[in-house]
């Protein structure tokens, strides 16, 4: 009988959403800090105290969760709500085509680089 590894379900708009927000309640709660603020439109730092380490814990585990990587291509400055680093990954999985802010700017910045390299 062959052996096979379990494959990750194709993840859903919810299904990020739901990652997303509850890795953030995890680290908000190994900090005593009160997870009943995780919404959207909450950002990060301001509403719901989270610091930048904080954030060094959650992308990692995202990544893991989600077997993606989207700041290779989003700036991770862009991200300021729960909303943004929701919709990072699903930009990166292809499940929405909204444009995130600092995303152009980069795009513009990236082919300015490439100009001044050929050069």
């Known amino acids: 009988m062959l052996e ?3 494959t990750k379900a ?3 708009k919810a299904g990020v959403a739901e990652t ?3 890795t953030i309640a995890a680290v908000m709660a190994a900090r005593d800090l009160d997870p009943g603020g995780i919404e959207p439109p909450a950002r990060l730092s301001e509403t ?5 380490l904080d954030l060094a814990q959650i992308v990692p585990t995202l ?4 077997n993606i990587d989207p700041f290779q291509t989003i700036p991770i400055t862009s991200i300021r709500t729960v ?6 990954y699903l930009v990166s999985l292809g499940l929405s085509d909204r444009a995130l802010p600092g995303t152009q700017d980069m795009e513009a910045e990236m082919a300015a680089a490439k100009a001044r390299r050929r050069r």
């Open 48 to 52: 719901l105290g989270l610091r930048s």
């Open 20 to 22: 997303v927000t509850s």
């Open 83 to 88: 909303g943004d680093l929701t919709d990072a």
């Open 63 to 66: 990544e893991g969760d989600l």
């Open 10 to 12: 194709t993840p859903t």
């Open 4 to 6: 096979t590894t379990p």
